[in-house]
């Protein structure tokens, strides 16, 4: 007996009808994987004009912070020409600078004794006690470089004092040593200097033994070298002393060996024992007049810098003291043109010494000298 099957056309359809049915699926599916292979080309061949292009203001990084100039004076307590810095202090980003004071133990600097808003509270809170002649002076000093390395951003160490006054505005002195690569660095060798004393050795060779003024321009990389000293420094505090001052009008004789200044020898020697002094423009950027009580010898101790008062600040003087671009070395018979890089320069960026009365004076002439800009 045979049954007969009442299955649905879905299950039991007939060869033929049942590839019928599949073939609009299958095409459908065909159809689609082509046109997705189509886009695909298309997007590999033009460009992604769909997508919005980056603009400068997402793109840009953020701006550097830039290079200080780390500012250090070496005072007694109160700045008579801080009314002078204030001046000068105004036409500066705040962002480019940074002060730092050693003044006597127990002074603070606050708006009731300085005119000068870039010395409030500026002072060290740990200075020395320091006495001319004496390695204290090389103390406060390490210490104000220590204190200004704290910042990253300083890069530039200039060392000031109480009558030093700036020659020109801050974008000049900024540019200036921003420019060069190198310290200034008043060094030279005195074949004349009996200052050197042979127990220095092996600390200080006397073929290093060096002489200038101290008040320098620092690149870092020398800050560091100064700070971290520990070898050099201990040597002049021992051997490196000043006689007496009764003792400076008569013969030297035996006693002249130790009649040595601390502050014109110690930068100058430890950057030549440390090979660094090819480093160094050597000369420095702070200006002195000298004059002599001993009219026949060259020594430092008949030499004072002559005191600038409000009669001898006339606007010829400072513009002198601007057109000056070459250097006279009498120790070192050598005369050398100021400038960076084979490029000529002006020498001097300071002056000292000036009085109060001499600040007021420089005020009122400021505008016919300080605005220069320098031409790199």
Not at 10 to 28: D, E, I, K
Not at 92 to 115: E, L, Q, S
Not at 220 to 240: E, I
Not at 258 to 273: K, R, W
Request: aromatic fraction near 12%; charge should be positive; glycine fraction near 4%.
């Amino acid at each position: 007996m045979k049954i007969r099957s009442h299955g649905s056309p879905l299950t039991r359809a007939q060869p033929g009808r049942y590839n019928w049915m599949l073939t609009p699926v299958v095409v459908t599916l065909l159809v689609l994987a082509v046109l997705y292979k189509l886009h695909s080309l298309v997007s590999e061949l033009e460009p992604p004009t769909s997508i919005p292009l980056l603009t400068p203001t997402t793109s840009k990084q953020p701006k550097e912070p830039p290079s200080k100039i780390a500012f250090l004076f070496l005072v007694r307590h109160q700045l008579p020409l801080d009314f002078v810095w204030e001046h000068f202090f105004q036409g500066a980003g705040k962002d480019k600078y940074t002060v730092y004071i050693h003044a006597r133990p127990g002074f603070m600097y606050t708006k009731n004794n300085t005119k000068c808003s870039a010395f409030i509270n500026r002072q060290l809170k740990k200075p020395v006690l320091v006495e001319w002649g004496e390695a204290s002076m090389l103390q406060a000093e390490r210490l104000l470089l220590q204190e200004a390395l704290r910042d990253p951003l300083n890069q530039r160490f200039i060392l000031l004092s109480d009558s030093c006054i700036p020659l020109y505005n801050f974008r000049y002195i900024y540019d200036y040593v921003m420019f060069c690569q190198k310290s200034f660095v008043d060094s030279f060798k005195d074949a004349h200097d009996v200052r050197y004393n042979h127990k220095m050795a092996p600390a200080i060779w006397k073929e290093k033994w060096r002489k200038g003024s101290q008040w320098f321009v620092l690149i870092r990389k020398h800050a560091v070298a100064v700070v971290k000293d520990s070898t050099v420094f201990p040597v002049f505090q021992r051997y490196c002393k000043r006689i007496a001052l009764p003792e400076f009008a008569a013969s030297a004789n035996n006693n002249w060996n130790s009649n040595c200044i601390p502050d014109e020898h110690y930068l100058q020697t430890l950057l030549a024992m440390r090979n660094l002094e090819k480093e160094i423009e050597p000369r420095g950027v702070t200006y002195s007049q000298w004059k002599s009580a001993h009219q026949h010898t060259m020594d430092r101790r008949g030499w004072h810098p002559i005191t600038f008062d409000a009669a001898k600040t006339t606007l010829e003087a400072i513009k002198g003291i601007q057109g000056i671009n070459e250097i006279h070395f009498v120790a070192a018979s050598r005369r050398e043109r100021c400038g960076i890089d084979g490029k000529a320069l002006p020498c001097y960026l300071f002056a000292r010494k000036f009085t109060r009365g001499a600040g007021a004076r420089l005020l009122e002439q400021a505008p016919e000298y300080e605005k220069r800009v320098l031409p790199y």
